[in-house]
């Protein structure tokens, strides 16, 4: 888990152009850990923290911009 998807957070570079989104790839791993614990699923779980990671944006960017109206 370690470099993959560190690096692939760091390569998207948000954290610089959106500043309010959050750097929560080790929370969003030990998710995918909990549904896909076995070791054949590595892929799947990689996969999946990375689905997890790109809606964490979309969830910090309604919280940050949208409206109530």
């Keep these: 888990m370690g470099t993959s998807l ?4 760091k ?11 959050r750097h929560r ?3 969003a791993y030990l ?3 909990i549904m896909y614990f076995e070791p054949h699923y590595s892929r799947a779980r990689l996969i999946l923290c990375k689905i ?3 809606l964490s ?8 911009f949208a409206s109530l109206e």
């Design 6 to 9: 560190n690096s692939w957070w």
């Design 11 to 21: 390569n998207l570079d948000l954290l610089s152009r959106l500043q309010f989104t």
């Design 25 to 27: 790839v080790t929370e």
């Design 31 to 33: 998710w995918t850990v």
């Design 52 to 54: 997890t990671m790109i």
């Design 57 to 64: 944006v979309v969830d910090d960017m309604y919280d940050s």
